[in-house]
């Protein structure tokens, strides 16, 4: 949603001017009926109607476009302006915690998929001297409430795809940052790849992100990885876990493969083996003899936090 309009909308509610909103939201994306629910119900206090032509009519509040979650108003006095400006004392309402305010606006902002918005709290978050970490923990609790609408099959691939490419945008923001953050803090180590005869990333991609965002330090080796090139990063890095991930049918001989080489070169007993994609069932992880595999991404980074016991 164009951020003028959420102005636009400020204003009627603030003049209590009775106005008609017209309005579609036709499209694949579940955020875009939440974004319309938020944008009704801004107005609705000053007095407005509305009636949706692709859906639904709306009286009271837009929240009947999307059951999932009645619509929040932004904070009257925008925290970002705060911050920007160094207000004083009279400015800020007792007790307000303005980084806590942009933390939920960032969680907010991720889990409803609005990569702008999402990026430019990073931003001012990080700018304003708040420690990464926060803007980690957002993320992490942004990630959970999507991967629970997916589990509740109200979020679907593209909403995980988008997520994922978000939460890289983000990642490639606070890993400077993070640079200096101790081992110990970190959940664990995670090697990742694509295996060798299989060029397929977008699941891999989604899976890193967001073992990212869950603590992990994780190293993604890329698609088509050789098999030795897997080993010895294995004996280089110790790693807790290894995530061999792929799409094509004949990538499983490639996984059992590799599975094979790992144990040869004596460091089996050393990590746990996670196997992933799209056609991967149990079938296929006994097969390849691995610990587990995830049905997606949200299952393999529960599997991970099991494993560590970080769950």
């Avoid at 951020?3 to 909308?9: C, D």
């Avoid at 009286?59 to 009947?64: P, R, S, T, Y």
């Avoid at 925008?78 to 911050?83: D, F, K, N, Q, V």
């Amino acid at each position: 949603m164009n951020p003028a309009a959420y102005e636009i909308a400020d204003e009627l509610r603030a003049r209590r001017i009775p106005t008609v909103i017209g309005g579609s939201h036709v499209t694949f994306m579940a955020n875009e009926a939440l974004e319309h629910a938020d944008f009704v119900a801004r107005g609705e206090g000053g007095g407005t109607r509305h009636h949706a032509p692709d859906g639904p009519q709306v009286n009271g509040h837009g929240a009947a476009l999307h059951p999932r979650r009645q619509p929040v108003p932004r904070p009257f006095i925008r925290s970002r302006h705060l911050l920007a400006s160094g207000p004083s004392e009279s400015e800020v309402p007792h007790g307000i915690d303005l980084g806590g305010l942009m933390s939920r606006e960032l969680t907010e902002a991720v889990s409803d998929l609005r990569e702008a918005d999402a990026l430019r709290i990073t931003d001012e978050l990080l700018e304003s001297g708040a420690d990464p970490l926060t803007v980690v923990a957002a993320c992490k609790e942004a990630m959970d409430v999507i991967g629970q609408r997916f589990a509740d099959g109200q979020a679907f691939i593209p909403e995980l795809v988008m997520a994922g490419e978000i939460m890289q945008a983000i990642s490639g923001k606070v890993k400077p940052r993070l640079a200096s953050q101790p081992a110990e803090d970190k959940l664990g180590t995670v090697v990742l790849c694509t295996v060798q005869g299989d060029i397929h990333n977008i699941g891999k991609d989604i899976v890193a992100s967001m073992l990212g965002i869950a603590g992990f330090d994780v190293v993604d080796l890329g698609v088509d990885v050789a098999i030795p090139t897997v080993v010895q990063k294995v004996r280089e890095l110790h790693p807790q876990i290894l995530g061999l991930s792929g799409l094509l049918t004949i990538a499983f001989d490639s996984m059992k493969a590799t599975v094979a080489a790992v144990a040869e070169a004596g460091v089996r007993d050393q990590v746990k083996l996670m196997v992933g994609g799209a056609p991967v069932n149990e079938d296929v992880c006994a097969y390849v003899g691995a610990d587990g595999w995830g049905k997606d991404a949200v299952a393999a980074v529960q599997l991970a936090r099991t494993w560590v016991g970080g769950a």
